[in-house]
């Protein structure tokens, strides 16, 4: 787990005109008047503005276990339908359309570990939407990587050469257990393939750090990159001053969402080459990979100019096409 | 619409009327002005029927069966019409009400792909429901009367439980659309027990019917048998090859005495039901019964097509001789489990359908033949390699078949488009996930993760990184090592890494 950090970029599906944000004040509205809570929420969440934004925010890495698979759900961090266990708890369905309430997570995470619960400290009280208002004082088990300095609560056990995740020893007592059952909760210790994937990106991180491969090393701490913790953990350690800054990693997750999006344009190209019209899915991460560039733009005058030098050296087929593509955005 | 019978032999007006409800049942009320001929020739030796309508013209002569009694209501006439519509008949959709664990479910079975041939596949975890849909399709396209030959038991088990005794009437909807024009079956089923049930239509109709298209309901009343009015739509339907295997479909030697007093078409379907049940035609594989000329080559051009080259039909000697790689000489019962359990199907298919198409099956063209088939776990007991490959090869073999499918292998899963499979999920509302990419290009990794909802690493090492972490396992190096180890990397190489970066991380920590 690695800290994020959502960028402040407007959302238009969510916004109050957005489609989103209708479908949230008209169930507020049918809440106050008839006391029922909706039942169905149509997936807004998948338009590629909000999946550009939190493209943006995390790459293409799991909130949670830090894996980066094929495919990536966007995740409520409060389940909007129900709270699992049996509670009498409709769910948070007020944050069904909320940024804030939204993660990429794997669908291991997201479905399988956390499916609909979201547990509480023993005793606490949860949540309605008659006291959403004190929603950041809720005593949650699960820590969110947008709210909670997650970097300095959790950390990669030294000597582990399983790279064990554990609580971090400058706690104290009660947040130490709080912490470990949100470890044990999204099995970020005991599922094996996340395990193995760490400790071999941690073993890898210890023998740049010997081998003085600084760059290598930065890499691989940036928080869009799988398993960063475990770079980060090292370099922490050992060169701190090292640590790559916001810009850095603005920088390099721009260069590769750039990547992906030139390979998307130039498949366009050649499709249209022949006659075809691209395909509907294509379309829609064409969108998504836009948005993201457009918020990590908006957020660093080195990244802007950054990406209008990769503009400038794309072959000139692929650049009017980008181009068009932008102002069709904007 | 209106149709018109005529006829120089048929007196009884009950008859025509019976003859009018056929048309109509299999036209889908198309609307139009309809014209039924029937005569009988002067010597009665053949009878000679031809329909007239919209679009649609068809005549037929068949010989004339004396010892058909005519109060049956001349049940050859009537089927001898249902034969003359297309067997291009496939399911369109499915609708649930209160049926095993689902309050409400709607499949579609008709959405556009990107491969050939008729394919869905339902993928899902364990409980999700999978063989309860094949099962509501089985009954709904058994209908009535022959849903009722399963016995009150099996039918009572369709209804939900509301809580630990009592349990809600179900629902079946199944909508079956043929080729030609305005063909719209829609055949509804209730199951209930000594209540009469309400008159108004247990669906909405969905929007895409036109309005002209009537609704056909029918109860079956597991508890009094209640008698419904003669449903034509079903007639429609008999004609058509529908079978279904269940996960346990079996090939033994012991007799299934069970099934025997069963309708043909109840047969064909009882696998879904019940665990311990035969596959009916699964006799000519076991030499107990001959083999017909047509079945012979049908089924040797199906398998090649299917499961060659490695298994391969060495000649029939009571019963089928099979060859496995060009090797063994071995009988169907002695077949490896794989090929056992798909040979049985196959075989069964093949049967029912030189049972039901004589004609059409003297060809002996697995391309001619026109089936919906039910299969719980089509992967079942295939290896690896064969169950990648066995639907594409069904797809070219057998392309005018309507395929039902569930599976647990993501290597059968990967030959679907994201359109033609159906994930279910409880936790989903509604019970279906879309799917919004395709997984042609996924390893199986991915399928297992993306779809399925689990890692494809084993439990033990999971077990091992618990024990190791609470301190009363292996110690970490022994996991790591295990970690490291791949086909690639072996032990020795795996051990020495661990302990270099043991080492590094000391020398780190200076």
């Not at chain 1, 582990?160 to 007592?173: D, I």
């Not at chain 2, 009665?44 to 010989?63: C, D, M, V, Y």
């Not at chain 2, 012991?254 to 049940?277: Q, V, W």
């Not at chain 2, 409880?426 to 199986?444: A, Y």
Request: proline share 6%; glycine share 6%; aromatic share 8%.
């Amino acid at each position: 787990m690695r800290r994020l950090r959502r960028p402040q970029y407007p959302v238009p599906t969510l916004a109050n005109n957005g489609i989103a944000g209708q479908r949230r004040i008209n169930d507020c509205h049918e809440y106050e008047r008839t006391a029922t809570a909706p039942t169905s929420f149509p997936p807004y969440w998948t338009r590629p503005d909000v999946k550009g934004l939190l493209h943006a925010m995390q790459g293409r890495v799991c909130a949670y276990c830090g894996v980066a698979p094929r495919g990536l759900e966007v995740d409520h961090f409060r389940p909007k339908g129900a709270v699992g266990n049996g509670e009498a708890h409709g769910g948070y369905w007020w944050l069904a359309y909320a940024f804030s309430n939204y993660f990429l997570g794997c669908s291991i995470c997201n479905g399988t570990r956390k499916g609909n619960t979201f547990p509480l400290v023993a005793g606490a009280t949860r949540c309605t939407y008659q006291t959403r208002g004190t929603l950041a004082l809720e005593k949650r088990v699960l820590l969110d990587p947008a709210e909670d300095p997650v970097e300095e609560w959790l950390t990669i056990d030294w000597d582990s050469v399983t790279a064990k995740l554990v609580p971090s020893p400058a706690l104290g007592e009660a947040e130490r257990s709080r912490v470990q059952d949100a470890i044990d909760l999204l099995h970020l210790n005991v599922g094996p393939e996340v395990r193995t994937q760490r400790s071999k990106a941690y073993e890898e991180a210890a023998r740049a750090a010997v081998d003085r491969r600084w760059d290598d090393l930065r890499r691989g701490a940036m928080r869009h990159r799988p398993h960063s913790l475990a770079a980060r953990t090292v370099l922490q350690r050992i060169a701190p001053e090292r640590l790559p800054s916001a810009e850095d990693e603005a920088g390099d997750l721009a260069d590769l969402i750039w990547g992906e999006l030139r390979m998307l344009v130039s498949g366009i190209v050649d499709l249209r080459a022949r006659g075809k019209p691209p395909r509907p899915f294509d379309e829609r991460q064409l969108k998504a990979l836009c948005w993201a560039l457009f918020v990590l733009q908006s957020e660093a005058v080195s990244t802007n100019e950054h990406l209008a030098a990769l503009l400038e050296r794309e072959p000139a087929e692929i650049r009017t096409e980008m181009v068009a593509l932008f102002r069709a955005l904007r | 619409m209106a149709v018109q019978v005529t006829s120089n032999n048929l007196p009884d007006p009950a008859v025509r009327a019976a003859v009018q409800e056929v048309v109509l049942g299999a036209m889908g009320s198309p609307g139009g002005d309809w014209i039924v001929e029937i005569h009988e020739s002067k010597d009665s030796s053949a009878w000679h029927i031809a329909i007239l309508g919209p679009h649609f013209q068809r005549t037929q002569e068949f010989s004339g069966t004396e010892e058909q009694n005519p109060l049956d209501g001349y049940a050859f006439i009537r089927q001898a019409i249902s034969n003359m519509f297309s067997r291009d008949v496939y399911v369109e959709s499915l609708r649930l009400k209160d049926f095993r664990c689902f309050k409400k479910l709607e499949l579609h079975f008709d959405r556009q792909s990107s491969l050939k041939g008729r394919w869905t596949c339902i993928a899902g975890i364990n409980g999700a429901g999978k063989s309860s849909v094949l099962q509501a399709l089985g009954l709904g396209l058994l209908g009535y009367p022959l849903a009722l030959e399963l016995g009150g038991g099996r039918l009572q088990r369709m209804r939900r439980l509301v809580d630990l005794v009592n349990r809600e009437r179900a629902e079946v909807e199944v909508v079956l659309r043929a080729s030609e024009p305005y063909r719209l079956i829609r055949l509804q089923l209730e199951i209930d027990e000594g209540r009469i049930v309400a008159p108004e239509p247990p669906f909405p109709s969905p929007p895409s019917l036109p309005s002209w298209d009537k609704v056909r309901r029918l109860k079956v009343d597991t508890a009094r048998d209640f008698p419904p009015s003669h449903p034509p739509s079903w007639d429609r339907v008999r004609q058509l090859v529908i079978a279904g295997y269940g996960a346990t479909r079996n090939l033994s030697s012991r007799i299934d005495s069970g099934s025997e007093n069963l309708s043909p078409d109840a047969r064909h379907l009882i696998t879904l039901f019940d665990p311990l049940s035969q596959l009916p035609d699964a006799e000519v594989l076991l030499g107990r019964q001959s083999a017909s000329r047509p079945f012979a080559e049908l089924f040797q051009n199906v398998v090649r097509q299917v499961l060659g080259p490695e298994l391969r039909i060495a000649g029939y000697v009571a019963g089928i001789r099979f060859s496995v790689a060009d090797r063994d000489l071995v009988e169907a019962i002695d077949l490896p489990d794989g090929f056992r359990s798909a040979a049985a199907w196959i075989a069964d298919l093949c049967a029912f359908w030189c049972e039901k198409a004589p004609d059409l099956a003297k060809s002996a063209n697995p391309a001619d033949i026109h089936a919906i088939v039910l299969i719980d776990e089509i992967d079942l007991h295939l290896h690896p390699s064969l169950q990648r490959e066995l639907v594409p090869r069904l797809r070219k073999a057998l392309p005018k078949v309507q395929f039902i499918v569930t599976t647990h292998s993501p290597l059968v899963l990967a030959n679907f488009d994201a359109n033609e499979i159906i994930a279910l999920d409880r936790d989903v509302d509604g019970s279906v996930r879309e799917l919004d990419r395709q997984i042609l290009g996924f390893t199986s990794d991915e399928i297992y993760e993306w779809l399925m909802g689990t890692r494809p690493m084993g439990a033990a090492i999971e077990e091992e990184l618990r024990k190791s972490d609470n301190g009363s396992g292996k110690n970490a190096a022994d996991v790591a090592r295990l970690m490291r180890i791949s086909p690639d990397t072996n032990e020795e190489a795996a051990g020495k890494q661990v302990a270099e970066f043991k080492e590094i991380l000391k020398t780190l920590k200076r």
